[in-house]
Protein backbone atom coordinates (compact mmCIF):
# COMPACT_ATOMS: atom_id res chain seq x y z
CA UNK A 1 0.00 0.00 0.00
CA UNK A 2 2.93 2.35 -0.28
CA UNK A 3 2.22 5.61 -2.03
CA UNK A 4 -1.28 5.35 -1.22
CA UNK A 5 -2.76 7.41 1.15
CA UNK A 6 -4.99 6.19 3.44
CA UNK A 7 -4.76 7.89 6.64
CA UNK A 8 -6.70 11.66 7.00
CA UNK A 9 -7.16 13.90 9.40
CA UNK A 10 -10.03 15.52 11.12
CA UNK A 11 -10.09 19.15 10.54
CA UNK A 12 -12.58 21.67 12.50
CA UNK A 13 -14.50 22.82 10.13
CA UNK A 14 -16.40 26.74 10.83
CA UNK A 15 -19.75 24.92 10.72
CA UNK A 16 -19.07 23.61 14.60
CA UNK A 17 -18.90 27.16 15.54
CA UNK A 18 -22.30 28.15 14.50
CA UNK A 19 -24.81 28.45 17.37
CA UNK A 20 -27.86 26.31 17.39
CA UNK A 21 -30.05 29.02 15.99
CA UNK A 22 -27.63 29.75 13.21
CA UNK A 23 -27.04 26.02 12.06
CA UNK A 24 -25.68 25.84 8.39
CA UNK A 25 -27.51 24.94 5.50
CA UNK A 26 -26.03 22.94 2.64
CA UNK A 27 -27.37 21.68 -0.67
CA UNK A 28 -26.39 18.21 -0.18
CA UNK A 29 -25.01 16.37 2.77
CA UNK A 30 -23.36 12.59 1.59
CA UNK A 31 -23.01 9.87 4.44
CA UNK A 32 -20.45 8.04 4.16
CA UNK A 33 -16.67 8.19 2.03
CA UNK A 34 -16.93 4.63 1.05
CA UNK A 35 -16.89 3.57 -3.31
CA UNK A 36 -20.51 4.94 -3.77
CA UNK A 37 -20.08 8.17 -1.61
CA UNK A 38 -17.02 9.44 -3.05
CA UNK A 39 -18.06 8.75 -6.48
CA UNK A 40 -21.50 10.21 -5.81
CA UNK A 41 -19.71 13.20 -4.53
CA UNK A 42 -17.42 13.57 -7.48
CA UNK A 43 -20.03 13.07 -9.89
CA UNK A 44 -22.34 16.23 -7.94
CA UNK A 45 -19.19 18.59 -7.79
CA UNK A 46 -18.66 17.87 -11.79
CA UNK A 47 -22.35 19.03 -12.49
CA UNK A 48 -21.35 22.10 -10.31
CA UNK A 49 -22.97 21.14 -6.98
CA UNK A 50 -21.30 21.75 -3.71
CA UNK A 51 -21.05 18.66 -1.35
CA UNK A 52 -20.44 17.73 2.03
CA UNK A 53 -19.43 14.24 2.48
CA UNK A 54 -18.88 13.03 6.12
CA UNK A 55 -17.13 9.90 6.63
CA UNK A 56 -17.31 8.49 10.49
CA UNK A 57 -13.50 7.09 10.12
CA UNK A 58 -10.46 9.07 9.19
CA UNK A 59 -8.97 6.04 7.05
CA UNK A 60 -9.69 3.92 4.38
CA UNK A 61 -11.03 0.42 5.20
CA UNK A 62 -8.13 -2.14 5.80
CA UNK A 63 -8.70 -6.00 3.85
CA UNK A 64 -9.44 -6.18 -0.20
CA UNK A 65 -12.94 -6.36 0.32
CA UNK A 66 -14.61 -5.46 -3.09
CA UNK A 67 -12.18 -6.50 -5.85
CA UNK A 68 -13.95 -7.03 -8.77
CA UNK A 69 -14.92 -3.95 -10.98
CA UNK A 70 -17.03 -4.04 -13.65
CA UNK A 71 -16.67 -2.14 -17.36
CA UNK A 72 -19.73 -0.13 -16.65
CA UNK A 73 -18.55 0.84 -13.30
CA UNK A 74 -15.24 1.50 -15.21
CA UNK A 75 -17.20 3.75 -17.29
CA UNK A 76 -18.16 5.80 -15.07
CA UNK A 77 -15.06 6.02 -13.23
CA UNK A 78 -13.80 7.67 -16.31
CA UNK A 79 -16.94 10.55 -16.84
CA UNK A 80 -15.24 11.33 -13.05
CA UNK A 81 -11.83 11.39 -14.48
CA UNK A 82 -10.48 8.18 -12.93
CA UNK A 83 -11.01 4.98 -14.74
CA UNK A 84 -7.66 5.40 -16.16
CA UNK A 85 -5.73 5.20 -12.94
CA UNK A 86 -7.73 2.48 -11.82
CA UNK A 87 -7.21 0.04 -15.11
CA UNK A 88 -3.56 0.89 -14.62
CA UNK A 89 -3.15 -0.40 -11.53
CA UNK A 90 -5.57 -3.06 -11.89
CA UNK A 91 -5.82 -6.56 -13.13
CA UNK A 92 -8.03 -6.76 -16.41
CA UNK A 93 -9.73 -9.62 -17.15
CA UNK A 94 -12.66 -11.15 -19.19
CA UNK A 95 -12.23 -15.02 -18.78
CA UNK A 96 -13.53 -16.94 -16.59
CA UNK A 97 -13.24 -21.12 -16.22
CA UNK A 98 -14.82 -23.47 -14.13
CA UNK A 99 -13.71 -27.09 -13.08
CA UNK A 100 -16.00 -29.82 -11.29
CA UNK A 101 -13.13 -31.54 -9.45
CA UNK A 102 -10.10 -31.70 -10.99
CA UNK A 103 -10.74 -31.23 -14.95
CA UNK A 104 -12.33 -28.03 -16.81
CA UNK A 105 -15.98 -27.85 -17.23
CA UNK A 106 -16.38 -25.01 -19.23
CA UNK A 107 -14.54 -21.16 -19.56
CA UNK A 108 -17.13 -17.96 -20.61
CA UNK A 109 -15.58 -14.77 -21.82
CA UNK A 110 -17.62 -11.85 -20.71
CA UNK A 111 -15.95 -9.28 -23.60
CA UNK A 112 -15.58 -11.57 -26.15
CA UNK A 113 -15.54 -8.51 -28.74
CA UNK A 114 -12.96 -6.29 -29.60
CA UNK A 115 -13.71 -2.35 -29.82
CA UNK A 116 -14.77 -1.38 -26.38
CA UNK A 117 -12.49 1.38 -24.32
CA UNK A 118 -12.71 -0.68 -20.99
CA UNK A 119 -12.63 -4.54 -20.38
CA UNK A 120 -14.95 -6.82 -18.76
CA UNK A 121 -13.91 -6.47 -15.74
CA UNK A 122 -10.64 -5.26 -13.57
CA UNK A 123 -9.41 -6.38 -10.11
CA UNK A 124 -8.86 -3.81 -7.58
CA UNK A 125 -8.14 -3.56 -4.12
CA UNK A 126 -11.12 -1.68 -2.48
CA UNK A 127 -8.66 0.29 -0.92
CA UNK A 128 -6.74 1.53 -4.50
CA UNK A 129 -10.20 2.15 -5.24
CA UNK A 130 -11.12 4.47 -2.01
CA UNK A 131 -7.44 6.04 -2.12
CA UNK A 132 -7.91 7.18 -6.00
CA UNK A 133 -11.41 9.03 -5.20
CA UNK A 134 -10.20 10.36 -2.41
CA UNK A 135 -6.96 11.91 -4.49
CA UNK A 136 -9.91 13.27 -6.83
CA UNK A 137 -12.09 14.29 -4.17
CA UNK A 138 -9.32 16.15 -3.18
CA UNK A 139 -9.13 18.25 -6.64
CA UNK A 140 -12.68 19.71 -6.43
CA UNK A 141 -13.49 22.46 -3.71
CA UNK A 142 -17.04 21.89 -4.41
CA UNK A 143 -16.64 18.62 -2.25
CA UNK A 144 -16.18 19.20 1.50
CA UNK A 145 -15.04 16.03 2.86
CA UNK A 146 -14.58 15.79 6.54
CA UNK A 147 -13.27 12.63 8.31
CA UNK A 148 -14.61 11.64 11.80
CA UNK A 149 -18.17 13.38 11.43
CA UNK A 150 -20.30 10.75 12.33
CA UNK A 151 -24.01 11.39 11.90
CA UNK A 152 -25.59 10.52 14.99
CA UNK A 153 -28.91 12.05 15.11
CA UNK A 154 -31.18 13.05 11.95
CA UNK A 155 -34.40 15.15 12.00
CA UNK A 156 -36.64 15.11 8.72
CA UNK A 157 -38.87 17.92 7.57
CA UNK A 158 -40.63 18.84 4.50
CA UNK A 159 -38.32 20.79 2.81
CA UNK A 160 -34.74 19.45 5.10
CA UNK A 161 -33.33 17.86 7.02
CA UNK A 162 -31.02 18.56 10.23
CA UNK A 163 -28.27 16.20 11.20
CA UNK A 164 -26.64 15.99 14.43
CA UNK A 165 -22.91 15.31 13.98
CA UNK A 166 -20.56 14.00 16.55
CA UNK A 167 -16.50 14.95 15.99
CA UNK A 168 -13.48 14.77 18.06
CA UNK A 169 -14.57 18.27 19.27
CA UNK A 170 -18.06 17.17 20.07
CA UNK A 171 -21.33 17.27 18.75
CA UNK A 172 -22.51 20.23 15.97
CA UNK A 173 -25.89 20.39 13.98
CA UNK A 174 -26.38 21.03 9.75
CA UNK A 175 -28.99 21.12 7.59
CA UNK A 176 -29.29 20.02 4.33
CA UNK A 177 -31.95 19.86 1.45
CA UNK A 178 -31.27 16.40 0.55
CA UNK A 179 -29.31 13.72 2.43
CA UNK A 180 -27.43 10.69 0.92
CA UNK A 181 -27.08 7.88 2.81
CA UNK A 182 -23.84 5.82 1.63
CA UNK A 183 -22.77 4.48 4.92
CA UNK A 184 -22.78 0.65 4.15
CA UNK A 185 -24.74 -2.33 4.94
CA UNK A 186 -25.03 -1.14 8.72
CA UNK A 187 -26.34 1.59 7.61
CA UNK A 188 -27.21 4.04 10.58
CA UNK A 189 -29.01 6.52 9.06
CA UNK A 190 -31.29 3.47 7.57
CA UNK A 191 -32.04 2.80 11.12
CA UNK A 192 -32.51 6.62 12.16
CA UNK A 193 -35.48 6.50 9.15
CA UNK A 194 -36.78 3.58 11.00
CA UNK A 195 -37.00 1.45 7.22
CA UNK A 196 -37.03 -2.27 7.54
CA UNK A 197 -34.14 -3.84 5.79
CA UNK A 198 -35.78 -7.65 5.39
CA UNK A 199 -34.46 -10.40 3.20
CA UNK A 200 -32.75 -13.99 3.35
CA UNK A 201 -30.08 -14.25 5.50
CA UNK A 202 -27.96 -17.74 4.30
CA UNK A 203 -26.32 -20.09 6.78
CA UNK A 204 -23.27 -21.24 4.39
CA UNK A 205 -20.12 -19.44 5.58
CA UNK A 206 -17.42 -18.51 3.85
CA UNK A 207 -13.86 -17.76 4.09
CA UNK A 208 -11.62 -15.05 2.34
CA UNK A 209 -7.77 -15.46 2.39
CA UNK A 210 -6.18 -12.84 0.56
CA UNK A 211 -2.48 -14.37 0.11
CA UNK A 212 0.67 -12.81 -1.60
CA UNK A 213 2.86 -14.94 -3.75
CA UNK A 214 4.47 -15.10 -6.78
CA UNK A 215 2.51 -17.47 -9.07
CA UNK A 216 1.81 -18.11 -12.68
CA UNK A 217 -1.64 -18.56 -12.91
CA UNK A 218 -3.48 -16.68 -15.66
CA UNK A 219 -5.69 -13.52 -14.62
CA UNK A 220 -8.70 -15.43 -14.70
CA UNK A 221 -11.27 -16.02 -12.52
CA UNK A 222 -11.31 -20.08 -11.35
CA UNK A 223 -14.62 -21.54 -9.85
CA UNK A 224 -13.96 -25.34 -8.92
CA UNK A 225 -17.42 -27.59 -7.70
CA UNK A 226 -16.03 -29.51 -5.37
CA UNK A 227 -12.18 -29.95 -6.25
CA UNK A 228 -9.94 -32.43 -4.56
CA UNK A 229 -8.26 -29.52 -2.29
CA UNK A 230 -11.64 -28.50 -0.86
CA UNK A 231 -13.79 -32.00 -0.72
CA UNK A 232 -17.51 -31.18 -1.45
CA UNK A 233 -17.43 -27.50 -1.42
CA UNK A 234 -16.78 -24.89 -3.32
CA UNK A 235 -13.44 -22.48 -4.31
CA UNK A 236 -12.70 -19.63 -5.89
CA UNK A 237 -9.02 -18.04 -6.98
CA UNK A 238 -9.01 -14.34 -8.68
CA UNK A 239 -6.16 -12.31 -8.88
CA UNK A 240 -5.27 -8.75 -8.03
CA UNK A 241 -2.43 -6.11 -7.99
CA UNK A 242 0.35 -6.56 -6.16
CA UNK A 243 0.94 -10.65 -6.63
CA UNK A 244 -2.09 -10.60 -4.26
CA UNK A 245 -4.59 -13.79 -4.75
CA UNK A 246 -8.54 -13.79 -3.34
CA UNK A 247 -9.03 -17.36 -2.19
CA UNK A 248 -12.43 -17.78 -1.25
CA UNK A 249 -13.65 -21.10 0.50
CA UNK A 250 -16.92 -22.28 0.99
CA UNK A 251 -17.13 -23.80 4.50
CA UNK A 252 -19.28 -26.27 6.56
CA UNK A 253 -22.57 -24.51 7.67
CA UNK A 254 -21.86 -25.63 11.48
CA UNK A 255 -18.32 -24.34 11.12
CA UNK A 256 -16.81 -22.59 13.77
CA UNK A 257 -15.95 -18.88 12.76
CA UNK A 258 -13.14 -18.16 15.44
CA UNK A 259 -11.32 -21.57 14.22
CA UNK A 260 -11.80 -21.78 11.11
CA UNK A 261 -10.54 -18.45 10.56
CA UNK A 262 -7.07 -19.23 13.00
CA UNK A 263 -4.23 -18.44 10.43
CA UNK A 264 -2.67 -21.79 10.97
CA UNK A 265 -6.30 -23.65 10.54
CA UNK A 266 -6.33 -21.51 6.87
CA UNK A 267 -3.19 -22.55 6.02
CA UNK A 268 -3.13 -25.90 5.17
CA UNK A 269 -6.46 -25.60 3.11
CA UNK A 270 -4.65 -23.27 0.84
CA UNK A 271 -1.30 -24.91 0.66
CA UNK A 272 -3.48 -28.08 -1.19
CA UNK A 273 -5.15 -25.83 -2.63
CA UNK A 274 -1.66 -24.11 -4.35
CA UNK A 275 0.07 -27.35 -4.14
CA UNK A 276 2.67 -24.99 -1.60
CA UNK A 277 2.83 -22.99 0.96
CA UNK A 278 5.06 -20.25 0.06
CA UNK A 279 2.46 -17.32 0.17
CA UNK A 280 1.54 -14.97 3.22
CA UNK A 281 -1.85 -13.63 4.37
CA UNK A 282 -2.46 -10.49 3.91
CA UNK A 283 -6.24 -10.45 4.78
CA UNK A 284 -8.21 -13.22 6.44
CA UNK A 285 -12.17 -12.75 6.55
CA UNK A 286 -14.99 -15.01 7.41
CA UNK A 287 -18.44 -14.22 6.30
CA UNK A 288 -21.73 -15.11 6.22
CA UNK A 289 -24.55 -13.03 3.88
CA UNK A 290 -27.87 -11.96 3.50
CA UNK A 291 -29.22 -10.74 0.35
CA UNK A 292 -31.85 -7.99 1.60
CA UNK A 293 -32.91 -4.89 -0.11
CA UNK A 294 -35.00 -1.85 1.65
CA UNK A 295 -38.61 -1.21 0.27
CA UNK A 296 -38.27 2.69 -0.22
CA UNK A 297 -34.73 3.87 -1.75
CA UNK A 298 -36.38 7.44 -0.50
CA UNK A 299 -37.11 8.85 2.72
CA UNK A 300 -38.27 12.16 2.40
CA UNK A 301 -35.58 13.95 1.98
CA UNK A 302 -33.35 10.98 2.81
CA UNK A 303 -31.77 9.07 -0.32
CA UNK A 304 -30.41 5.63 -0.23
CA UNK A 305 -27.50 4.08 -1.99
CA UNK A 306 -25.19 1.31 -2.25
CA UNK A 307 -24.47 -1.45 0.94
CA UNK A 308 -27.27 1.19 3.02
CA UNK A 309 -29.88 0.09 0.66
CA UNK A 310 -29.31 -3.31 -0.75
CA UNK A 311 -26.89 -5.94 -0.18
CA UNK A 312 -26.50 -9.29 -2.31
CA UNK A 313 -24.00 -12.46 -2.08
CA UNK A 314 -20.60 -11.76 -3.56
CA UNK A 315 -20.68 -14.20 -6.18
CA UNK A 316 -20.96 -12.31 -9.39
CA UNK A 317 -19.66 -9.21 -8.14
CA UNK A 318 -22.78 -7.03 -7.68
CA UNK A 319 -22.24 -5.21 -4.28
CA UNK A 320 -20.25 -2.27 -5.27
CA UNK A 321 -20.90 -2.27 -8.88
CA UNK A 322 -24.37 -1.65 -8.04
CA UNK A 323 -23.83 1.02 -5.51
CA UNK A 324 -21.37 2.66 -7.83
CA UNK A 325 -24.78 1.73 -10.47
CA UNK A 326 -26.85 3.54 -8.35
CA UNK A 327 -24.23 6.62 -7.56
CA UNK A 328 -24.04 7.42 -11.73
CA UNK A 329 -28.32 7.18 -11.56
CA UNK A 330 -28.88 9.41 -8.95
CA UNK A 331 -26.21 12.30 -9.74
CA UNK A 332 -27.68 13.99 -12.82
CA UNK A 333 -31.36 13.75 -10.66
CA UNK A 334 -30.08 15.38 -8.08
CA UNK A 335 -28.27 17.68 -10.02
CA UNK A 336 -31.65 18.54 -12.08
CA UNK A 337 -33.71 18.77 -8.94
CA UNK A 338 -31.62 21.47 -7.09
CA UNK A 339 -30.97 23.39 -10.27
CA UNK A 340 -35.44 23.48 -10.83
CA UNK A 341 -34.74 21.82 -14.36
CA UNK A 342 -36.84 18.80 -13.36
CA UNK A 343 -39.42 18.38 -11.09
CA UNK A 344 -39.03 16.70 -7.77
CA UNK A 345 -40.81 13.61 -9.37
CA UNK A 346 -37.86 13.03 -10.95
CA UNK A 347 -35.94 11.11 -8.22
CA UNK A 348 -38.73 9.15 -7.78
CA UNK A 349 -37.38 7.35 -11.10
CA UNK A 350 -34.09 6.82 -8.83
CA UNK A 351 -36.01 4.61 -6.93
CA UNK A 352 -38.19 3.11 -9.42
CA UNK A 353 -34.91 2.22 -11.35
CA UNK A 354 -32.48 1.08 -8.57
CA UNK A 355 -35.05 -0.70 -6.89
CA UNK A 356 -35.45 -2.76 -9.76
CA UNK A 357 -32.10 -3.69 -10.65
CA UNK A 358 -31.52 -4.59 -6.79
CA UNK A 359 -34.18 -6.74 -7.07
CA UNK A 360 -32.29 -8.13 -10.29
CA UNK A 361 -29.30 -8.33 -8.81
CA UNK A 362 -30.41 -10.46 -5.28
CA UNK A 363 -32.48 -13.15 -7.83
CA UNK A 364 -29.11 -13.79 -10.05
CA UNK A 365 -26.91 -13.84 -6.97
CA UNK A 366 -29.50 -15.66 -4.49
CA UNK A 367 -29.15 -18.52 -7.24
CA UNK A 368 -25.64 -18.28 -7.87
CA UNK A 369 -25.65 -19.06 -4.11
CA UNK A 370 -27.95 -21.54 -4.00
CA UNK A 371 -26.40 -23.44 -6.57
CA UNK A 372 -23.43 -23.59 -4.54
CA UNK A 373 -24.85 -24.18 -1.35
CA UNK A 374 -27.77 -26.28 -2.20
CA UNK A 375 -30.49 -26.10 0.22
CA UNK A 376 -32.26 -29.59 0.06
CA UNK A 377 -31.15 -33.34 -0.94
CA UNK A 378 -33.09 -32.77 -3.89
CA UNK A 379 -31.32 -29.30 -4.71
CA UNK A 380 -27.89 -31.28 -4.40
CA UNK A 381 -29.37 -34.57 -6.54
CA UNK A 382 -30.25 -31.69 -9.16
CA UNK A 383 -27.09 -29.82 -9.33
CA UNK A 384 -25.16 -33.29 -9.37
CA UNK A 385 -27.05 -33.51 -12.19
CA UNK A 386 -26.58 -30.64 -13.88
CA UNK A 387 -22.50 -30.81 -13.77
CA UNK A 388 -22.48 -34.44 -14.38
CA UNK A 389 -24.02 -32.85 -18.05
CA UNK A 390 -21.87 -30.45 -18.03
CA UNK A 391 -19.29 -32.93 -19.12
CA UNK A 392 -21.18 -33.67 -22.33
CA UNK A 393 -23.74 -31.64 -23.19
CA UNK A 394 -23.90 -27.65 -23.82
CA UNK A 395 -26.91 -27.24 -21.88
CA UNK A 396 -25.56 -28.25 -19.02
CA UNK A 397 -22.83 -26.16 -19.38
CA UNK A 398 -25.01 -23.32 -19.69
CA UNK A 399 -26.94 -24.49 -16.36
CA UNK A 400 -24.21 -24.30 -14.05
CA UNK A 401 -23.79 -21.18 -11.72
CA UNK A 402 -20.11 -20.50 -10.61
CA UNK A 403 -21.73 -16.87 -10.21
CA UNK A 404 -23.29 -14.87 -12.87
CA UNK A 405 -21.19 -11.78 -13.30
CA UNK A 406 -22.64 -8.19 -12.79
CA UNK A 407 -24.20 -6.47 -16.77
CA UNK A 408 -26.08 -3.34 -16.32
CA UNK A 409 -30.04 -3.82 -15.78
CA UNK A 410 -32.23 -2.51 -18.30
CA UNK A 411 -34.47 0.06 -17.00
CA UNK A 412 -38.09 -0.37 -17.25
CA UNK A 413 -38.93 3.36 -16.48
CA UNK A 414 -40.94 6.25 -17.22
CA UNK A 415 -38.07 7.84 -18.55
CA UNK A 416 -38.05 6.11 -21.23
CA UNK A 417 -39.82 6.75 -24.60
CA UNK A 418 -41.29 3.32 -26.16
CA UNK A 419 -39.44 2.67 -29.31
CA UNK A 420 -41.85 4.18 -31.97
CA UNK A 421 -39.96 2.47 -35.11
CA UNK A 422 -38.57 -0.84 -36.28
CA UNK A 423 -35.20 -1.98 -34.78
CA UNK A 424 -32.98 -5.18 -34.99
CA UNK A 425 -30.43 -4.65 -32.54
CA UNK A 426 -28.87 -1.58 -30.52
CA UNK A 427 -29.59 -1.10 -26.88
CA UNK A 428 -32.81 -0.28 -26.10
CA UNK A 429 -34.62 2.76 -24.18
CA UNK A 430 -33.34 1.81 -20.62
CA UNK A 431 -30.37 0.42 -21.44
CA UNK A 432 -26.79 1.49 -21.17
CA UNK A 433 -25.03 2.76 -24.11
CA UNK A 434 -22.56 0.24 -25.76
CA UNK A 435 -19.31 1.21 -26.40
CA UNK A 436 -17.64 1.36 -30.09
CA UNK A 437 -14.31 2.79 -31.70
CA UNK A 438 -14.38 6.00 -33.62
CA UNK A 439 -12.52 8.58 -34.71
CA UNK A 440 -11.91 12.31 -34.11
CA UNK A 441 -11.63 15.22 -36.30
CA UNK A 442 -7.89 14.43 -37.13
CA UNK A 443 -8.82 11.04 -37.03
CA UNK A 444 -7.28 9.97 -34.06
CA UNK A 445 -8.53 6.80 -32.78
CA UNK A 446 -11.34 6.88 -29.62
CA UNK A 447 -14.38 5.38 -27.95
CA UNK A 448 -17.92 6.69 -28.34
CA UNK A 449 -17.51 6.18 -24.40
CA UNK A 450 -14.99 9.44 -24.58
CA UNK A 451 -17.34 11.40 -27.10
CA UNK A 452 -20.05 11.01 -24.40
CA UNK A 453 -17.71 12.83 -22.21
CA UNK A 454 -16.59 15.30 -24.53
CA UNK A 455 -20.73 16.04 -25.31
CA UNK A 456 -21.01 17.67 -21.24
CA UNK A 457 -22.84 16.36 -18.65
CA UNK A 458 -26.33 16.84 -20.10
CA UNK A 459 -28.58 15.01 -22.08
CA UNK A 460 -26.77 14.14 -25.40
CA UNK A 461 -27.66 13.23 -28.96
CA UNK A 462 -25.56 10.46 -30.44
CA UNK A 463 -26.79 11.14 -34.36
CA UNK A 464 -25.51 8.68 -37.00
CA UNK A 465 -25.42 11.47 -40.28
CA UNK A 466 -27.10 11.73 -43.25
CA UNK A 467 -25.87 15.05 -44.08
CA UNK A 468 -28.78 16.69 -42.47
CA UNK A 469 -28.43 19.08 -39.55
CA UNK A 470 -31.64 19.26 -38.03
CA UNK A 471 -32.60 21.83 -35.56
CA UNK A 472 -31.79 20.29 -31.93
CA UNK A 473 -33.42 21.67 -28.48
CA UNK A 474 -30.80 23.77 -26.64
CA UNK A 475 -28.66 22.72 -24.37
CA UNK A 476 -28.45 19.48 -25.52
CA UNK A 477 -25.05 17.86 -26.30
CA UNK A 478 -24.32 16.11 -29.74
CA UNK A 479 -22.41 13.20 -30.55
CA UNK A 480 -22.29 13.14 -34.64
CA UNK A 481 -21.15 10.44 -36.31
CA UNK A 482 -20.54 10.13 -39.71
CA UNK A 483 -19.35 7.17 -41.85
CA UNK A 484 -15.99 5.73 -42.88
CA UNK A 485 -14.92 8.88 -43.79
CA UNK A 486 -15.81 11.16 -40.68
CA UNK A 487 -17.76 14.85 -41.24
CA UNK A 488 -17.56 17.62 -40.20
CA UNK A 489 -16.93 18.51 -36.89
CA UNK A 490 -17.87 14.89 -35.77
CA UNK A 491 -16.39 11.39 -35.80
CA UNK A 492 -15.47 9.01 -38.03
CA UNK A 493 -16.61 5.12 -37.70
CA UNK A 494 -14.20 3.40 -39.30
CA UNK A 495 -15.05 -0.19 -38.55
CA UNK A 496 -18.47 0.32 -39.08
CA UNK A 497 -19.21 -1.33 -35.66
CA UNK A 498 -20.92 2.01 -33.93
CA UNK A 499 -23.57 1.75 -36.55
CA UNK A 500 -23.90 -1.89 -36.33
CA UNK A 501 -24.06 -1.81 -32.23
CA UNK A 502 -26.29 0.40 -32.56
CA UNK A 503 -27.98 -0.99 -35.60
CA UNK A 504 -28.07 2.57 -37.21
CA UNK A 505 -28.66 3.83 -40.60
CA UNK A 506 -27.74 7.61 -41.60
CA UNK A 507 -30.53 9.37 -40.06
CA UNK A 508 -30.99 7.35 -37.01
CA UNK A 509 -30.36 9.41 -33.49
CA UNK A 510 -30.44 7.74 -29.66
CA UNK A 511 -31.33 10.14 -26.94
CA UNK A 512 -28.45 9.69 -23.63
CA UNK A 513 -29.42 10.48 -20.25
CA UNK A 514 -26.53 11.86 -18.69
CA UNK A 515 -25.56 8.75 -17.17
CA UNK A 516 -24.94 7.13 -20.64
CA UNK A 517 -28.39 5.17 -20.66
CA UNK A 518 -31.01 5.55 -23.84
CA UNK A 519 -33.69 7.35 -22.62
CA UNK A 520 -35.42 7.28 -26.40
CA UNK A 521 -33.98 6.06 -30.21
CA UNK A 522 -35.48 7.27 -33.62
CA UNK A 523 -34.90 5.96 -37.11
CA UNK A 524 -35.40 9.84 -38.27
CA UNK A 525 -36.28 12.30 -35.53
CA UNK A 526 -38.61 15.53 -35.28
CA UNK A 527 -38.20 18.33 -33.21
CA UNK A 528 -41.71 17.57 -31.96
CA UNK A 529 -40.40 14.05 -31.25
CA UNK A 530 -37.19 14.68 -29.64
CA UNK A 531 -38.46 17.35 -26.99
CA UNK A 532 -41.31 15.30 -26.11
CA UNK A 533 -38.79 12.74 -25.23
CA UNK A 534 -36.54 14.88 -23.86
CA UNK A 535 -39.27 16.22 -21.58
CA UNK A 536 -40.25 12.71 -20.48
CA UNK A 537 -36.51 11.65 -19.72
CA UNK A 538 -35.82 14.93 -17.56
CA UNK A 539 -38.96 13.89 -15.68
CA UNK A 540 -41.70 16.56 -16.66
CA UNK A 541 -44.98 14.19 -17.19
CA UNK B 1 -47.26 -23.29 -26.99
CA UNK B 2 -48.73 -24.96 -24.29
CA UNK B 3 -48.50 -27.69 -22.64
CA UNK B 4 -49.85 -30.96 -24.47
CA UNK B 5 -51.65 -33.35 -22.62
CA UNK B 6 -53.09 -35.22 -25.60
CA UNK B 7 -51.46 -38.84 -25.66
CA UNK B 8 -48.72 -38.14 -28.16
CA UNK B 9 -46.88 -41.70 -28.59
CA UNK B 10 -48.04 -44.11 -30.57
CA UNK B 11 -47.77 -46.32 -28.45
CA UNK B 12 -47.67 -45.19 -24.84
CA UNK B 13 -46.80 -48.71 -23.33
CA UNK B 14 -43.59 -48.41 -25.02
CA UNK B 15 -43.07 -44.91 -23.37
CA UNK B 16 -43.99 -46.03 -20.08
CA UNK B 17 -41.87 -49.36 -20.51
CA UNK B 18 -38.65 -47.21 -21.49
CA UNK B 19 -38.69 -45.55 -18.30
CA UNK B 20 -39.21 -48.12 -16.06
CA UNK B 21 -37.05 -50.42 -17.24
CA UNK B 22 -34.41 -47.45 -16.76
CA UNK B 23 -34.70 -47.45 -13.40
CA UNK B 24 -34.59 -51.23 -13.24
CA UNK B 25 -31.54 -52.47 -10.66
CA UNK B 26 -31.16 -49.18 -9.56
CA UNK B 27 -31.63 -48.51 -5.53
CA UNK B 28 -33.99 -45.36 -4.39
CA UNK B 29 -31.02 -43.00 -4.43
CA UNK B 30 -29.62 -44.13 -7.99
CA UNK B 31 -33.61 -43.79 -9.44
CA UNK B 32 -34.06 -39.86 -8.00
CA UNK B 33 -30.28 -39.61 -9.81
CA UNK B 34 -31.84 -40.95 -13.00
CA UNK B 35 -34.97 -39.16 -12.75
CA UNK B 36 -33.20 -35.52 -11.96
CA UNK B 37 -31.04 -35.92 -14.94
CA UNK B 38 -33.95 -36.58 -16.98
CA UNK B 39 -35.77 -34.09 -15.77
CA UNK B 40 -33.21 -31.55 -17.02
CA UNK B 41 -32.61 -33.24 -20.64
CA UNK B 42 -35.91 -33.15 -21.26
CA UNK B 43 -36.40 -29.85 -20.11
CA UNK B 44 -33.86 -28.26 -21.95
CA UNK B 45 -35.59 -30.45 -24.85
CA UNK B 46 -38.82 -28.77 -24.67
CA UNK B 47 -36.75 -25.35 -24.42
CA UNK B 48 -39.89 -23.17 -23.57
CA UNK B 49 -40.45 -21.59 -20.02
CA UNK B 50 -44.16 -21.72 -20.07
CA UNK B 51 -44.21 -25.12 -20.83
CA UNK B 52 -42.19 -26.03 -18.41
CA UNK B 53 -44.23 -24.34 -15.65
CA UNK B 54 -47.25 -25.50 -16.66
CA UNK B 55 -45.92 -29.57 -16.49
CA UNK B 56 -44.48 -27.93 -13.57
CA UNK B 57 -47.66 -27.24 -12.07
CA UNK B 58 -49.35 -30.02 -12.90
CA UNK B 59 -47.28 -32.45 -11.56
CA UNK B 60 -47.36 -30.23 -8.17
CA UNK B 61 -51.24 -30.41 -8.58
CA UNK B 62 -51.19 -34.09 -8.55
CA UNK B 63 -48.71 -34.26 -5.26
CA UNK B 64 -51.18 -31.94 -3.92
CA UNK B 65 -54.33 -34.03 -4.66
CA UNK B 66 -52.79 -37.12 -3.38
CA UNK B 67 -51.52 -35.47 0.02
CA UNK B 68 -55.16 -34.02 0.59
CA UNK B 69 -56.64 -37.65 0.09
CA UNK B 70 -54.44 -39.14 2.46
CA UNK B 71 -55.24 -36.31 4.91
CA UNK B 72 -58.91 -37.16 4.33
CA UNK B 73 -58.50 -41.19 4.38
CA UNK B 74 -56.51 -40.07 8.00
CA UNK B 75 -59.83 -38.11 9.32
CA UNK B 76 -62.04 -40.61 8.34
Same mark, same amino acid.
Given at each position: ? *?????? &????????????????????????????????????? +??????????????????????????????????????????????????????????????????????????????????????????????????????????? /????????????????????????????????????????????? &???? !????? &????????? *???????????????????? +??????????????????????????????? !?????????????????????????????????????????? +???? !???????????????????????????????????????????? @????????????????????????????????????????????????????????????? /??????????????????? @????????????? /???????? /????????????????????????????????????????????????????????????????????????????????????? | ???????? &? *?????????????????????? +??????? !???????????????? *??????????????????????
Amino acid at each position: M *ALTKTQ &FGYRRHPDQDRGAANIAEHAIVVVGAGPVGLSLAIDL +AQRGQSVVLLDDADRIGEGSRAICFSKRSLEFWDRLGIGQRMVDKGVVWSVGKIFHGDSLLYQFNLLPEEGHKRPAFINLQQFYAEAYLVDRVEELPAVDLRWRNKV /TGLEPHNDHVVLTIQTPDGPYRLAAQYVVACDGARSSLRQMVGAE &FTGQ !VFEDQ &FLIADVKMT *AAFPTERWFWFDPPFHAGRS +ALLHKQPDDIWRIDLQLNRLADPAVEKLPEN !VRPRIARMLGHDKFDFEWISLYKFQCRRMNKFIHGRVIFAGD +AAHQ !VSPFGARGANSGLEDAENLAWKLDRVLRGTSPQALLESYHIERS @AAADENIRESTRSTDFMAPNSHQEARLRKAVLSLARETEFGKRMVNGGRLSTPSVYDTPLS /TADADSWHGGPRPGASMPD @APVAGARGEPMYL /TDAFIGAG /TSFALLEFSNGAAPELPDGLGTIRIGGKGGLEGGFADPTGLAARRYDAEPGAAYLLRPDGYVAARFRHPTRAALDAALARAAGHN | MALSTRSN &F *AKPDDAFRAIVEAHRGLNDEQS +ADLDAAL !VLILANHIGDLDVLKE *AIALAARRMLDTSQRQQQQQQQ
